[in-house]
């Protein structure tokens, strides 16, 4: 959009631009990385413990096997402390309930068992569940959404690395392929999308779930950014946040 | 010397004034301006572990400028509470009324965070309703009346703006990155 507005505006951050460097003109790169150096180092120190804790738990068998999935080496502790960090910090679009959850895909449609295999998978992965060899462990973020109404459940994981995170996007991908020929005789339709979304890097897939006896839609939209992955599930009915939960969440991470 | 340093480097020289514009806009005034800058340069490289490049890291500290704006964190008090960690000032210091002839600047001044924040997103950031809805984590609808609001009040002050509809959509936020099936 190019407006008189958008030029006055323009030239007004371009003058504040030329005005700054003039009167900064000398070397202050290290100004910066004294200040940024020892909370890098205190953090890295942090996480670090926080592995420690990590390790202990897996030798107590509370945390479960995390194991690569070439079986070689544990799975990242660090991305699962941040992700507990970032619960606590990051500025969700609507009402968080910590406690909440979205109703999943089976639950939702009234699947049997034994009717769609597929999208019992599928449900189990939009929450970021099994496959454990990738490492991580899905960390239930809370439920967003206000009034009583339907919500969108939101599930954080740091897999053991950007490669493993892509995989699991991978399995996504075939459970939702299953799960739209096992569900059609169920009179549903399963709708698989990549997508990317503009304000943040990374990529992410997209399943919407509709037809059936129920009317809307049940969305499951799993972004990975690197080793971490975040997951968004809409129950019919709620308010579509799940772009700006997605935004929310990896803009926290950032900053 | 790790990556970050490097970006780090880059980024102050050539990104950093570019920025204190962007935060400029926001903020109405000079010294607000340059501590959201100060404070987001620290807060995105303290934090972040993939800073490999300079424009995700300009990105990040952009958007960390305009969360902190909302937020009202950087409050005058708090950032220059830690500015001898920052910058050591061979010039005078900015002047706070300094730019205040700037037409479009008073402007935005008189209108309320988000609809500065909108304002800003929209026309020079470049974003869509759905992306600047998104940025913000406020509804489209939200974002459309700010900007709705905002421009009534820009044009009682500036005159005609050389546009009709600023709540005009251009393109959706998601990006189909293999298509669907």
């Not at chain 2, 005058?76 to 700037?102: C, N, T």
Request: charged share 25%; net charge negative; hydrophobic share 40%.
């Amino acid at each position: 959009m190019t407006d008189k507005l958008t030029g006055m505006l323009l030239d007004s951050m371009d003058k504040e631009s030329r005005r700054f460097a003039h009167e900064h003109q000398g070397e202050e790169t290290s100004l910066y990385e004294r200040a940024i150096g020892p909370r890098r180092r205190n953090r890295r120190l942090a996480q670090a413990a926080g592995g420690l804790a990590a390790a202990g738990a897996v030798a107590l068998g509370s945390y479960g096997l995390m194991l690569s999935h070439d079986g070689g080496g544990t799975a990242d502790p660090v991305s699962s402390l941040e992700i507990e960090q970032r619960v606590r910090d990051w500025d969700p679009p609507d009402a968080l309930q910590a406690d909440g959850s979205a109703a999943g895909l089976v639950e939702t449609w009234g699947l049997g068992p034994d009717e769609a295999p597929a999208c019992a998978t599928l449900d189990g992965l939009a929450r970021l569940e099994g496959q454990s060899g990738l490492g991580g462990e899905p960390v239930a973020v809370g439920a967003v959404g206000s009034g009583g109404a339907a919500v969108s459940g939101v599930t954080a994981r740091g897999f053991a690395s950007a490669e493993d995170a892509r995989a699991y996007l991978a399995e996504i991908d075939r459970a939702a392929t299953g799960c739209q020929e096992q569900a059609a005789s169920s009179g549903l339709e399963v709708d698989v999308k990549d997508l990317g979304i503009g304000a943040v890097p990374g990529d992410g897939v997209r399943v919407d779930v509709t037809g059936g006896t129920t009317d809307g839609t049940w969305r499951a939209w799993v972004h990975v950014d690197g080793d971490e992955a975040l997951a968004v599930v809409t129950e019919p009915g709620a308010r579509d946040l799940a772009a700006q939960i997605i935004v929310a969440w990896f803009t926290a991470a950032a900053g | 010397m790790k990556a970050w340093h490097g970006v780090l480097d880059t980024l102050v020289r050539e990104r950093r004034s570019r920025l204190v514009g962007y935060a400029y806009l926001l903020a109405g005034d000079r010294p607000t301006a340059e501590d959201l800058v100060h404070d987001a340069i620290i807060r995105t490289f303290s934090r972040a572990r993939r800073l490999d490049d300079v424009n995700r890291a300009e990105a990040y500290v952009r958007r960390t400028i305009l969360t902190q704006f909302l937020n009202r964190r950087s409050s005058q008090a708090v950032a220059r509470s830690k500015q001898h960690l920052l910058v050591e000032r061979d010039a005078a210091p900015a002047d706070e009324h300094a730019g205040e002839h700037d037409a479009v600047v008073l402007a935005l001044r008189e209108l309320p965070a988000r609809q500065r924040a909108c304002v800003v997103l929209r026309h020079v950031e470049q974003l869509t309703t759905a992306e600047t809805a998104a940025r913000m984590g406020v509804s489209e609808g939200a974002v459309k009346r700010y900007l709705h609001d905002a421009i009534a009040h820009m044009r009682e002050t500036l005159g005609d703006l050389g546009f009709a509809d600023p709540a005009e959509d251009r393109v959706t936020a998601v990006i189909p990155r293999r298509g669907a099936r």
